[in-house]
């Protein structure tokens, strides 16, 4: 016990390196080795980026994030995602999300057309999906930089169930101006190559907590993070969305099928642009 409050002492705290260089972490402020190493990460894509590099990623799902160091770090990304497990609507709880508004209103959100499971997903109009017909461009949308996912918890009401991991990936966004088919085309993509584990939280209380965590490069772990976390934004809410529910934001688009038939029996199938 010090004159802040209870405290662990420091006997807990262990730093390791693994055999392939990356950096593991046990004990008290854990939070800090996640920060470290996304300055890291974002110090080594200053030197030396990728080929055709539109910036560092940082796309990220934890139980809650107020940290403001980390908030700081990842401001700096050019495109970066957090989703967090939808908030209640108590006093104290609007008052934690109206902290992380500016966060949340950033301009350095997720390029959905860089992940092929979020193309043709766009926002629901009027509780509906989007309906596209001849001449309509597919949609392209901006996810913003923090968002929620799943259940609103009532006052005294029963466990909902909620999202619970606290994981961060790192990547870096490229662009290319051929198709699969050599074709001109505007093509942009994400390489995952560095991904966070552990039991912390993104909240400045976890630092005082006994927490694990450690930074990986494993192929295999890359790729199922990526799919997880993409899946994440397509299934999210604004941060203090309206639903109790779980009610993702971006749907798939429709298509006016009787709009198309109309305009192919009258131009057959050419450009509608044209």
Known sequence: M?????????????????????????????????????????????????????????????????????????????????????????????????????????????????FAELTGLDWRENDRAKVLGPGSPMPDPVIPPLRTIGFRRQPKGDMVPFLHTKIMLLGEMWWHDEDALGGVADVVGFRPERLWVGSANATYRSRSSLEFGMWLDDPQALEAAQTFLVQLMAHSEALDPDSDLFQPELLPVDFDDEAFAEYVSEYGWGDPDA
Not at 4 to 28: L, M
Not at 55 to 73: I, K
Not at 86 to 103: M, Y
Request: with cysteine; glycine share 12%.
């Open 2 to 114: 010090n004159e802040a409050g209870p405290e662990f002492p420091a006997t807990f705290d262990q730093e390791f390196v693994r055999q392939d260089g990356h950096h593991g972490y046990f004990g008290r402020n854990v939070l800090k080795g996640l920060v470290d190493g996304m300055e890291g990460f974002l110090e080594e894509k200053r030197r030396t980026p990728g080929l055709r590099s539109m910036g560092p990623v940082a796309l990220g799902a934890f139980l809650w994030f107020d940290d403001q160091e980390l908030a700081s770090c990842l401001a700096r990304f050019a495109h970066t995602c957090v989703v967090v497990s939808k908030q209640g609507r108590s006093k104290r709880d609007l008052e934690k999300l109206s902290k992380l508004k500016p966060f949340a209103d950033g301009e350095n959100g997720i390029l959905a057309g860089a």
